[in-house]
Nanobody
Framework: EVQLVESGGGLVQAGGSLRLSCAAS????????IGWFRQVPGKEREGVSG????????YYEDSVKGRFTISSDKAKNTVYLQMNNLKPEDTAVYYC????????????????WGQGTQVTVSS
């Protein structure tokens, strides 16, 4: 059974930092793209960042480039999203997601989703 368990969300002031973690199990970690989507009620879900554990390629959505850093620890089957200089517009539920094929496939809609963790940035 595929499981993606997020942790690390919370409330932070603008300019602050949070680190999200995603512990993955139930599939071959090294063969998957793992990344983060976020969603605000009433808006489309948005692919924030993804990393391919096959070749190390990385995607960042434009608004988070230079502020967010994604990394993968294959020994722990865990992916991290370090979020710095957070802004109120980063407020959303962040979901850890996984896709077997490529960053492109992942971006179009990954089949595996975690339960989500709330990130709230106050101004």
């Amino acid at each position: 059974e595929v499981q993606l368990v997020e942790s690390g969300g919370g409330l932070v002031q603008a300019g602050g930092s949070l680190r999200l973690s995603c512990a993955a199990s139930g599939f071959i970690f090294d063969e998957h793209v793992i990344g983060w989507f976020r969603q605000v009620p009433g808006k489309e879900r948005e692919g924030v960042s993804g990393i391919s554990n096959r070749d190390g390629s990385i995607y960042y959505e434009d608004s988070v480039k230079g502020r967010f850093t994604i990394s993968s620890d294959k020994a722990k089957n865990t992916v991290y999203l370090q979020m710095n200089n957070l802004k109120p517009e980063d407020t959303a539920v962040y979901y850890c997601t996984a896709d077997k094929y490529s960053l492109g496939s992942w971006f179009l809609g990954p089949p595996y989703w975690g339960q989500g963790t709330q990130v709230t940035v106050s101004s």
